[in-house]
DNA sequence: CCTATCTTGGAATGACTGGTCCAAGATAGC
DNA sequence: GCTATCTTGGACCAGTCATTCCAAGATAGG
């Protein structure tokens, strides 16, 4: 009986995404939003809620189709070291150039932000954190050549930890190079001596 | 002849420091720094000029009176890894405990808002990126216990992405303890093999 | 085709935004 | 104490903010 929606929530809630992402949520207003999608303010009220019931809709959607397949495709590679500087090569190559190029993390740029007040974000900023860990310590787990006696659990971390400046420094313009010598210094480093 | 001013503009310039450091500049009105400050608009606008303005002196203030001197401190401090390990654990403590805690680093938050558009902005950024970095490998390059063949620039690189990811971190409440092991992992990790 | 039910466009809301302006007040040399 | 010059308080501005609301439109079962 009752009339249909006239637009995919999905894809709406995608095109928000990448709007707060690139610009941040306390500067992107409603009406920007209203323009990108081109559906109008009562449909996007009726479907997700306010603008702060938005944002944290469009950053779980951030943290599920952006970051869990990289974390979950880290943890299930198998080469050790090799798998790690993939992981970061891959992000330098996607925070630094193409579509995305100096957009930084979402999940970085929302721990800078007003927006981390939150406790719902709060709470999604410290999962993501952890899941990240979670797939370091699991590559690093299956590496063969690291340097006898390392604690792995504070190595994952410190990774993780690279990982959010990677993120920073490249939403500023950052030579990918600079980059990719900093994160080539923490891996060296974690490797045997020979 | 003339009328002098009734406030102390430097005085009034911390406080404004602290109101964007701590809010971001986005989320922080023209009426807040009045109400703050407890100057009018007009002395405000006289003085320092508008928002943009007044935001990128305070971010100029921050790297002044609080960046600089911890980095002159770390290059002057000729303890080799002692010194970057005292760097470290002062800064988590300021940034976990005490009256700034979890207002991360001004800088660190300028990265990740859209105040980093600003070109005025990003050559700050770029400058106190390349300061620390510097800092970090003098310091380093004072270090005698270093693990031979080591990149002391790519070291250097990397422990300063490592301080923005802790920054970031902090201001979303992070134990700083695990902060502390993600550090320690790095410089243990840079140490020579015994 | 009718109607119950939902969606939609767009107008309207009041609060707040950064910024301007000017009369009144303060100052210091004369 | 007079006056030229600057500062100050606060009213005022147009524009934008997030949000609400409702009449008109769309839908699908009967």
Redesign the interface.
Known sequence: MPDVKHFDPEAVLEQVERLFWQ??A??TGIAEVVAVTGISRSSLYATFGGKQELYVKALRRYVERRSQPVFQALADDGRGLRAIEGFFDRLIEARCAGEHARW?CMI???????E?GDPEV?GV??RH?ERLRAAMRTALGAAHDL??G??L???A??L???????N??S????DPA??R??????L???KE?K
């Open positions: 610009r941040g306390a500067s930084g970085s740029n929302a721990h800078a932000g007003a981390g709060r900023l410290d954190q340097r006898p390392l604690d659990d504070a190595a971390e410190m993780a930890l690279l990982a959010y400046g990677v920073l420094r939403r500023a313009g950052a600079d980059l010598r900093g994160v080539s210094a923490a060296n480093s974690l001596p």
